[in-house]
């Protein structure tokens, strides 16, 4: 099967999409953007390409009657039987770099004492991951390092007590071993992988398991790979498999709603207003400064500064009885004057519900240098996903342009990637 993908290596976050010929999407990805932009991309495309094999067995399996109504159940059960199959593998390659890294003069006499301590150490993460990845089971991340991480902290410190050994000999290790790890793609043999999940699986019968086979002896080819995004120049590609952010994300919104004329993207680091004709090709544009005030990375800020997950701003700000009104989104001297607003007794909601408002009063600047608003128009970008900012920008949006359809998909995150696979196509497809 002839395969088109887009990678987008956004500030924060590096997603792909892996398309077929008709331009249908088969798989999404995404992962951190680490400082390793090599293996960011290879990681999101890595990723899409197992939404891609669980689509072609959701495809194989809907042509099995005896499993009509049960296909979800299965696919789930599949997948998250792979993510523990990768979770121990990577688990694995962290305990060797682990031991590899024992050394140096704060480890003379001690090796054999921490490399026991982190066997038990890992013996222990690899039991609890059963848990992990139960039916039901709750992660707080689908990200490596964060799940690694929590589970080894807590479990860590346990077994140093015991052990009679300073927590901080093995956090030492850790710290420098799970980079490495984080830099190196997981193995792969997906193949092999999906095979061991199914086996694995509650549902691990010759009904299921001849199809999804099937679905996996079809060859993945990567026909055209096309890179966007912050990080574009870095991304390990020839320059022609190169697109602007403005082009792919014009084009993105346009797959998503034909009817587009306007997109707003507010990512980690930039803002965008595009406009685009009616086959998704860009007429005008306009970007913030070299500035993020405004974007993702001011959000980040502040939630730092507040000692708040950047999920938790919106819903807070949504609790707000009143507005206040915020000078500035500049990145430099928001803490000071968030700092000063609680000093005076401003509640924390109304303080953020104030700093969603002048976010979205930047978007609409940048909106209307770029020619306004026309319906439809289109939000992207991961503060798209911000409840507080979309409810901003709908209240905006009515006040200057009056009732414009506003499109606002779930998967906005993949836009620019959807946009950089479409290009692909485009680029062999006629």
Do not use: W
Not at 65 to 91: C, M, T, W, Y
Not at 121 to 128: D, E, I, P, T, W
Not at 316 to 343: H, P, W, Y
Not at 364 to 387: H, P
Request: aromatic share 6%; hydrophobic share 40%.
């Amino acid at each position: 099967m002839r395969c088109f993908i887009g990678i987008d290596l956004g500030s924060t976050t590096t997603k792909a999409v892996v398309m077929d010929e008709n331009t249908q999407v088969l798989g999404r990805g995404i992962t951190n953007s680490r400082s390793n932009y090599d293996t960011a991309a290879a990681v999101s495309k890595q990723e899409a390409l197992i939404d891609t094999r669980l689509t072609l067995f959701r495809r194989a399996l809907g042509g099995v009657p005896e499993v009509a109504g049960k296909i979800d159940e299965i696919i789930s059960d599949l997948e998250r039987n792979f993510r523990h199959v990768q979770f121990l593998e990577q688990l694995g390659d962290l305990e060797e770099t682990c031991v590899k890294n024992i050394k140096g003069p704060r480890f003379a006499g001690k090796e054999k004492g921490v490399q026991e301590t982190l066997a038990e150490v890992f013996k222990r993460l690899r039991a609890g991951s059963d848990q992990l990845f139960a039916v039901g089971g709750k992660r707080k991340s689908d990200f490596f390092r964060d799940l690694a991480g929590s589970d080894f902290m807590t479990v860590g410190e346990a077994v140093c007590k015991d052990a009679g050994l300073g927590f901080d000999m093995i956090l030492n290790v850790y710290d420098k071993s799970i980079i490495e790890v984080e830099n190196r793609p997981p193995s792969g043999d997906m193949e092999g992988k999906f095979i061991r999940a199914l086996e694995k699986g509650q549902m691990a019968n010759n009904l299921i398991a001849k199809p999804v086979q099937d679905a996996l002896a079809i060859p993945l080819e990567e026909t055209y790979v096309v890179g966007t995004g912050y990080g574009r120049v870095r991304l390990p590609f020839p320059k022609e498999h190169i697109r602007s952010e403005i082009l792919c994300h014009g084009l993105g919104a346009h797959m998503m709603y034909p009817e587009t004329r306007t997109v707003l993207d507010i990512g980690g680091q930039d803002t965008k207003g595009i406009q685009v004709d009616p086959v998704g090709i860009v007429e005008n544009f306009q970007m913030n400064d070299r500035c993020a005030a405004g974007c993702g990375r001011y959000l980040g800020y502040i939630a730092d500064e507040m000692n708040m997950g950047l999920h938790e701003l919106g819903p807070l700000a949504m609790n707000s009885t009143k507005q206040v009104r915020i000078n500035s989104t500049c990145t430099v001297f928001a803490g000071a004057e968030l700092r000063d607003r609680l000093a005076l007794g401003e509640k924390r909601e109304d303080i953020l519900a104030g700093l969603h408002r002048a976010i979205i009063l930047r978007a609409m600047s940048i909106l209307s240098r770029a020619g306004g608003v026309k319906d439809q128009f289109t939000f992207t970008g991961g503060v798209a996903k911000n409840e507080a900012a979309v409810r901003e920008l709908r209240k905006l949006i009515k006040e200057n342009y009056g009732d414009v359809q506003i499109n606002i998909n779930p998967d906005s995150i993949y836009t620019g990637a959807l946009g950089g696979a479409t290009f692909a196509v485009r680029a062999v497809v006629n």
